[in-house]
């Protein structure tokens, strides 16, 4: 078992007291099961679970989405390998990473900016969710990253949907969108696994705040472009309330407030306490990974 970086382990003592750092800790277990999203717009959800099953798998359904599936006892690469991955039909993702889609009030014909899209993830699941209906800008600074994001994109069935290979700190501020997702890059404090081989990466002080100085960039940015009215879902797969409640403070301070999270998710998703009211902070377990979603809406006027 790696041992976990000292500075995330005072961090999680800091934020949430002794008792819940141990339980947060315990829940870096190695390894979580398999989970992925059926993709409406490539088959029927009915038929992928059938070809699922076909295939020897045994998907299991999630009460708070019902695109989503947990396989157990799955491996990754096996379901790469199956034609109907190929086909788009299922999207492989934790199921931390499928809330903040679901926070977005989507309706036909808006126009919505995921501001750091690679793979692409959170901005298929937005394509599907909308059944298509929905013109995405999906924004990605790494260019190899984009490509990646590009061919997920097209794989998913995701038509209305074009990419800007850019910083999305530098878009232009005469942007106008009906609602922005900001997944921010972050620490992955929620997604360290002391199982593993690989040891968890180096977490220090000067690059949690230069990641936080980033985060709040790209949440000024977020802001600006939003059209009066509309709504800002802010997510990180880190724990820690440096890079969300923190950042998300900021939002508030510029006069957004927070939407409610919907009581199908509170009451399903384990969850570590909050001093904001109306966000989730994810609990990581042997099911979930450690992650963070806000939706904030901006004033009218
Ligand atoms: N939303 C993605 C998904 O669901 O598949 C995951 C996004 S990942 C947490 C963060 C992404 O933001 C990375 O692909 C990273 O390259 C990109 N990124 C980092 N800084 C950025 C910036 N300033 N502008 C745009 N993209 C950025």
């Known amino acids: 078992m790696n041992p976990i970086p000292p500075y995330l382990r005072d961090a999680l003592v800091r934020d949430y007291g002794e008792t819940l750092a141990a339980e947060i800790t315990a829940g870096f277990v190695s390894r979580r099961p398999v989970t992925l999203r059926l993709n409406p717009l490539r088959g029927d959800p009915a038929e992928t679970d059938a070809l699922l099953r076909a295939a020897g798998l045994d998907p299991q359904p999630v009460s708070w989405y019902p695109d989503a599936r947990i396989l157990p006892d799955a491996d990754e690469k ?3 390998a199956l034609p ?3 086909q788009g039909r299922v999207y492989l993702q934790s199921l931390s990473a499928m809330l903040p889609p679901l926070l977005m009030p989507l309706k036909p014909g808006m126009s919505v900016l995921d501001m750091c899209a690679a793979p692409g993830g959170k901005s298929t699941q937005l394509a599907a969710l909308s059944g298509g209906q929905i013109d995405l800008t999906c ?3 790494d260019p190899l990253r984009a490509e990646r994001l590009r061919h997920n994109l097209q794989v998913q069935g995701a038509r209305r949907a074009v990419v ?3 910083d999305a700190r530098q878009l232009d501020p005469m942007f106008r969108f009906d ?3 900001l997944d921010a890059p972050c620490t992955g404090s929620g997604t360290v696994l002391l199982g593993e081989g690989i040891p968890p990466r180096r977490m220090e002080p000067a690059w949690v705040q230069k990641t936080v100085k980033t985060q709040k960039a790209l949440m000024r940015k977020a802001i600006a472009v939003l059209k009066p009215g509309g709504t800002l879902v802010y997510a990180t797969c880190s724990v820690l309330r440096e ?3 923190a950042v998300v403070q900021t939002a508030l301070d510029a006069g957004l407030t927070p939407e409610p999270i919907p009581e199908v998710l509170r009451s399903a998703i384990p969850a570590l306490p909050t001093a904001l009211p109306e966000v989730l902070c994810v609990r990581p377990t042997s099911l979930y990974e450690g992650f963070f979603a806000a939706c904030l809406r901006k004033p009218l006027s």
Do not use: K, P, S
């Open 78 to 80: 096996a379901v790469e």
């Open 179 to 181: 609602a922005v997702l």
């Open 84 to 86: 109907l991955y190929a």
């Open 243 to 245: 890079e969300n409640e």
């Open 139 to 141: 924004c990605e600074r």
């Open 164 to 166: 800007m290979n850019t």
